[in-house]
Nanobody
């Protein structure tokens, strides 16, 4: 398994969860990769939630701005997604992705389910 996502679960509207994604790739590969979180609802396309560059520059989808925070720990080779003020529309399977277009790798985790109940 290249990437292992965890931290999903059931939470009430307005609650918080933190997702983690650990990689078995080596430290060098992790440190030069773009790391992203995507989500997917059955019947819909996978969509980008947030990503963070190797320079710690974060980018967020409009629908999570101000509520979610992505971060990376380059010592532990882990990327996090802190989710606050969760809404029912945030219910989805969340996937992490590790990519470096120049080097030619693109790895996906298995996904972790987040369910937000009203």
């Amino acid at each position: 398994v290249q990437l292992q996502a965890s931290g999903g679960g059931l939470v009430q509207t307005g609650g918080s969860l933190t997702l983690s994604c650990a990689t078995s790739r080596n430290h060098f590969e992790f440190s030069i990769s773009l790391v992203s979180w995507y989500r997917q609802v059955p019947g819909k396309q996978r969509e980008l939630v947030a990503d963070i560059t190797n320079y710690n520059r974060a980018n967020y989808a409009d629908f999570v701005k101000g509520r979610f925070t992505i971060s990376r720990d380059s010592i532990k080779n882990v990327v996090y997604l802190q989710m606050r003020n969760l809404e029912a529309e945030d219910t989805a399977v969340y996937y992490c992705n590790l990519r470096n277009d120049g080097a030619g790798w693109d790895y996906w985790g298995q996904g972790t389910l987040v369910t937000v109940s009203s």
